[in-house]
């Protein structure tokens, strides 16, 4: 079966890294641009897979507080860890201390997310919005506003931007999540029940698996995903700071939106959200090429969002085919729905 979203990405990608090489260059595809910018992927992505499983579980579902997470998960390991460990003594050791407080942050606030969600039964918008601001206060208060610096520890400089057989660590690291999320998606009942739960609530409910338990697990891994997203800044740029990636969760839903997932639930596939973000970031290096401002990258980054938006809500098919015109001028066509990652 032809899949056209994934035939869309991979020319949309092919189409920005020739119009990147033309307008700057061949060097924008020598071996060091292209390890720079599969550094920079990974945050990003894993932001974009969290919002990607929260929108596909349906009923309004997205997760706003994957950036506040990430920070929040990097301040807090970074004040805690040097507590427990030395980083000049044993680096590799705090390397892991560091990932695994990273994980337990993520997996507190995954789990508050989850419950105001499931059980408290609030609209994930406003839940997520809400602990978003609220885990922002919280590293505002443990550092005062200001940033916390790491200074150089091998193992984790090592992580954020070492390669290894020409490939970074850190985008390996994404790639095998994304990997293992695709194939949970895909081939285990966790994924079957989140895109039915997406797709038909109502039949979902008739199914009779546990809904509240699923919305929790799902909200618990998005932030679990942003926590690892939180480790890699850290190691990437050796500093933690409460206002990193102010941009990003507008940037994470239009990597999602690109990608085809579903705004109301049930459908998307993590192969095609891992293509877009490849996408907007060859098209952010081609900015930089062009030394273009933030300012104007921030207005492109919301309008291609409104321009996905609105084109996902056109079945292109309807109107061009002259018998489905015909069936609208007679009130009988409908247009089809998309469930599932068929």
């Not at 050796?238 to 705004?263: C, E, F, H, Q, R």
């Not at 907007?280 to 990258?297: E, P, T």
Request: aromatic share 10%; glycine share 10%; net charge positive.
């Amino acid at each position: 079966m032809v899949d056209r979203q994934l035939n869309f990405l991979v020319a949309v990608n092919v189409l920005v890294l020739l119009a990147a090489v033309s307008i700057a260059g061949v060097t924008f595809v020598s071996v060091d641009n292209l390890q720079s910018m599969a550094v920079q992927i990974p945050e990003l992505g894993l932001l974009a897979i969290g919002v990607a499983l929260t929108m596909i579980s349906g009923n309004g579902g997205i997760d706003l507080s994957g950036i506040a997470v990430a920070n929040l998960c990097g301040i807090v390991a970074a004040l805690t860890a040097p507590q427990w460990v030395s980083p000049d003594d044993y680096p590799l050791v705090f390397a892991f201390v560091f990932a695994g407080v990273c994980l337990c942050v993520g997996l507190v606030c995954g789990l508050v997310n989850g419950v105001l969600v499931s059980r408290a039964g609030l609209t994930p918008i406003i839940a997520t919005l809400g602990t978003s601001l609220a885990f922002t206060g919280v590293s505002v208060v443990l550092t005062n506003g200001s940033g916390v610096r790491l200074g150089y520890i091998e193992p984790l400089d090592d992580f954020g931007h070492m390669p290894v057989l020409g490939v970074p660590i850190c985008f390996a690291v994404f790639i095998a999540i994304a990997a293992v999320v695709g194939a949970t998606l895909r081939f285990t009942p966790f994924g079957v029940r989140l895109y039915l739960l997406g797709s038909n609530a109502k039949a979902a409910r008739f199914a009779g698996f546990n809904q509240r338990w699923l919305l929790m697990a799902t909200y618990t891994v998005s932030s679990l995903l942003a926590s690892v997203a939180g480790y890699i800044i850290a190691a990437r740029i050796s500093s933690v700071k409460w206002d990193y990636g102010t941009s990003y969760v507008l940037i994470a839903i239009l990597i999602v939106v690109m990608a085809g997932v579903n705004p109301a639930g049930g459908y998307g596939k993590i192969t095609c959200v891992v293509l877009s973000a490849a996408a907007l970031q060859i098209l952010s290096s081609m900015f930089n090429f062009l030394d273009i401002s933030n300012f104007f990258r921030d207005f492109a980054w919301g309008l291609l969002l409104l321009i996905f938006l609105a084109v996902s809500r056109i079945e292109l098919g309807t109107w061009l085919s002259p018998r489905s015109r015909r069936g609208i001028q007679g009130g009988s066509a409908r247009s089809p729905s998309r469930t599932g990652y068929q």
